[in-house]
């Protein structure tokens, strides 16, 4: 039978890099899941979650903040702006991230502020607020 690999990688380290059984992509039309023998594709994919099944029939979920995947011969390829393991968020930080983001968005005088970037920093934020305290809930 066929195997499916997977490696994530940021500009920082390889972040996954295991056989797995499927991936699911916050694809910019929506969300794809790719599977053993999926034809090749190359796509960008957004702010979201991407859910991984392992092949020892667990899940494991990261927050993302886009970036680009390739599949190709039943080897998939994920490149990642940035990538956090949803066990390994700090929820704190996040929030912290938003506020900040939320106060630059609301600051209309401030010229100096770069609207594309706080938009950016919030959605980055309430993604991993989001995706944290859903995994958590759906484990309890």
């Known amino acids: 039978m066929a195997e499916l690999k997977l490696e994530i990688t940021t500009p920082e380290k390889i972040v996954f890099n295991e056989e797995i059984v499927s991936v699911t992509v916050p694809g910019t039309k929506g969300s794809f899941e790719v599977l053993v023998n999926h034809a090749p594709i190359i796509s960008t994919f957004e702010i979201g979650e991407i859910k991984i099944a392992t092949k020892n029939n667990s899940i494991k979920y990261f927050a993302t903040s886009g970036g680009t995947i390739e599949v190709e011969n039943n080897s998939v390829l994920i490149l990642s702006d940035a990538i ?45 607020i989001k995706v944290t305290e859903l995994r958590l809930m759906t484990k309890n």
């Not at 600051?107 to 970037?117: G, P, S, T």
């Open 84 to 128: 956090e393991l949803v066990e390994e968020i700090d929820v704190a930080r996040a929030k912290d991230a938003k506020g900040r983001a939320e106060k630059r968005l609301s600051d209309k005088e401030n010229k100096e502020i770069n609207l594309q970037r706080a938009k950016d920093a919030f959605k980055r934020a309430e993604n991993r």
